[in-house]
Each structure stands twice: as C-alpha cells, then as structure tokens.
C-alpha cells in the first residue's frame, strides 16, 4: 500500500509560512487520490485538501486561497504549501491515501475512504 511519512511542521508566527511534505515508498498517485489531513486538539480528523491522480485539487474553505496541494510523481512526494498562517491552522497534519481510485468530494472527506496514514506532524502557529 506504500508508507508514508510526513515532515515540515513546526512552530510558526501567524501570518508565516510552512511547507509540508510526504514521502511514499511506493509510486501511488498513478492508482488512487491523496489527500491531507488536520486535527486539532479535542477535535475530529478533518479533510484540508485532496488531489487526484489527474491532478484535480480541493481545499476545506478554511484554507482556499492560503494553501497548496501538489505532487512530484517522480519524487513519490505530496505537498501543502501553507501561507498566511492562523492560529486557527494549528494542528496534527496527516497525509493518506485513498482505498478508492474513483474520487468523489464525499469520499474525500470521509477517513474511512483512506487505507493507508501517515504518523502526523505538528504545526503550531502562535498568535
């Protein structure tokens, strides 16, 4: 199913910028979606944004115009660029990908639409 690792979190001032990134040890985005992830403390697991394997992409509203999904095929390596930084962006960040190859918005915002996570990396925007 291809692990994954994410890396690139921190500690950032709001209003800065941070850039994750998640490396797959095997060539997936050719066979399903991907997608990132977010959770807050004491909060649910939610869809930050998804790209399909056409390149297609979706963003939470929270984030639409601030942050960036892409993908490096021949680096097996998804990114979030996140710009404008909010206190409110503070969280867990996941990469997954999807169990499915045919994508729809509500199975992207589905976690049980995912088969394989990564371990998480913080973000932490202070105020």
């Known amino acids: 199913q291809g692990e994954l690792v994410e890396s690139g979190g921190g500690l950032v001032q709001a209003g800065g910028s941070l850039r994750l990134s998640c490396g797959v040890s095997t060539s997936i985005f050719s066979s399903a979606w991907v997608a990132w992830y977010r959770q807050p403390p004491g909060k649910p697991r939610d869809l930050v944004a998804s790209?399909?394997?056409?390149?297609?992409?979706n963003y939470a509203d929270s984030v639409k115009g601030r942050f960036t999904i892409s993908k490096d095929n021949a680096k097996n390596t998804l990114y979030l660029q996140m710009n404008s930084l909010k206190p409110e962006d503070t969280a867990v960040y996941y990469c997954a990908k999807a169990a499915y190859s045919d994508y729809t918005l509500s199975l992207a915002k589905s976690v049980k639409a995912y088969d394989s996570w990564g371990q998480g990396t913080q973000v932490t925007v202070s105020s």
């Open positions: 790209i399909t394997t056409g390149g297609l992409t």
